[in-house]
């Protein structure tokens, strides 16, 4: 996969929404003023994991880093960004931690996010985490701040494939553990056998360009940076078939810290910060996206 092409062609919105930083922050491109304000004395009462942040002086956030435009790692500057991480930045302004020199960003597969945050190991976790009854059995979640759909990335000139009902007898592949691997299997769209599952959606992307896989399903936004990537090369379907509500992944009973983020995500889309992350990022790609409702459970 051409990553520098990708990086080029669609977070260059990106770029521009990010500021100057250290090691790991998302690009060294200077913010809209007043985006990623650092807020002061900010106070979130009976939270422990934000009494364990404070003690600490720096967030630990978790996040993906090969899915361009939502949470994508520049393998040369080791630099993140895309929609995602301005959403992670954004909450870390909130709680009064600068974006550009108090978070530790690291990377979690789809597979062990649940065990990261009950360790402990991350603070919070924003990657494309899907709210589910499953999931909250186990962790918490503030928003949605996105809503997706899942939808099926394959080569431009296929044309057996036109949605989920044509993929019987097709191989499949995703990411192990992930929502749109387990509707594949629990829908019977293919047979188990013809479902691949590996740890990234870059892995994917390669078995799919190589002919080793028909067809690649996640969310739609996550398949349209890859489809950017590869001009001429790749197509989405269109046709989603799912609607999957992206939220904040936080410890389990740390209801605090999910009401302090569930407020500050419903000012970012009262005061258009939400509108200027995703213009900016997967914006680029040129769909639009409704606005999300929080489910203040």
Known sequence: MRVRTLAAVLLTGALALTACGKEGSPTDQPAPAGLFEVAKDVKVDGSPTFEKIKARGELIVGVKEDQPGLGYKDPTTNK??????????????KLGFDPETKIQYKTIQSAAREQALINGDVDYYVGTYTINAGRKEKVAFAGPYFVAGQD???????????GKETLKGKKVCSVTGSTPAKRIKEEKLTEDGNVLEFQGYSQCVTKLLNGEVDAVTTDDAILKGYAAAEEGKLKVVGKTFSSEPYGIGLPKDDKALRDKVNDVLQASLDDGSWQKIYDGTLGKSGSS?????????
């Open 80 to 93: 993140y960004s895309g929609f995602d991480i301005d959403i992670a930045r954004l909450i870390a302004a």
């Open 152 to 162: 099926l990335l394959i080569k431009a000139d296929n044309t057996s494939i036109t």
């Open 289 to 297: 996206a409704e606005k999300p409702k929080i489910d203040r459970y």
